[in-house]
């Protein structure tokens, strides 16, 4: 992909738009990432959108689906569209966390680990990382349930590996959603194009990309499944 593509295109007018909507009337910054967190957990629904990883902040508001890679660029180009700063943080995650998502026949053809990425916010001088916005709160009790059920601590696109999970808005004081089953650090970059078009990111074979638009609509029917919906 080339890196000069602005995936968060906080200048887009839908995200300002969309950014000044949610912040209007707040002074505090936390108040202001709390509701920009609560529209991107919850506004934008946990999903697989068409284009997979190459999707536009702007794109995720049209879609109102998105998960880590995509609700990470939206976070973000929120937070620049209303000047508070934020980036990408990237690395490797375990597959074995899509377990209960993704098609049980995909996982034979897929490496062990893919890409993934997280939202780091600039709070009092201090980067802080957040991933808790990836499912939506309806989702993510589900799911816990199951995953609880099961007997497993990762799966249904949640790990409790290093310490309990959290759907709440917290910089993991409570807990994270995926850091668990995070397996290599990839860095920190302004885009998400920036990681995609370096050699750190994984991407899909011709044959994984022939069958990604039946796993993503079987992985969606899954994921409403598990919402109840």
């Known amino acids: 992909m080339n890196a ?132 939506d709160r309806r989702y993510y009790e589900e799911a816990l349930r199951r995953l609880k059920k099961s007997g497993k601590t990762t799966g249904f696109s949640i790990c409790g590996i290093k310490g309990s999970s959290s759907c709440e808005f917290n910089f993991g004081e409570k807990g994270y959603m995926h850091m668990g089953a995070v397996v290599e650090d990839h860095g920190v970059w302004q885009d998400l194009s920036e990681y995609m078009s370096s050699e750190k990111y994984i991407r899909m074979n011709r044959m994984q990309m022939s069958v990604l638009p039946l796993v993503i609509r079987m992985s969606n029917r899954n994921i409403q499944k598990i919402r109840g919906w």
């Open 4 to 135: 000069t593509v602005i995936l968060s295109d906080s200048e887009h007018p839908a995200v300002q738009a969309k950014a000044d909507e949610l912040t209007k009337g707040k002074t505090l910054l936390l108040d202001r990432v709390e509701s920009l967190f609560n529209f991107v957990q919850n506004g934008i629904r946990f999903g697989f959108p068409p284009t997979w990883d190459e999707v536009k902040a702007s794109e995720t508001l049209l879609y109102k689906v998105g998960y880590c890679n995509t609700k990470a660029t939206l976070f973000v180009a929120l937070c620049q569209a209303v000047g508070i700063p934020a980036r990408i943080h990237t690395g490797l995650i375990d597959l074995e966390i899509m377990h209960g998502v993704m098609p049980a026949f995909v996982f034979p053809f897929m490496p062990p680990a893919g890409g993934h990425s997280w939202t780091e916010i600039l709070i009092e001088d201090t980067w802080k990382p957040i991933d808790s916005y990836i499912n």
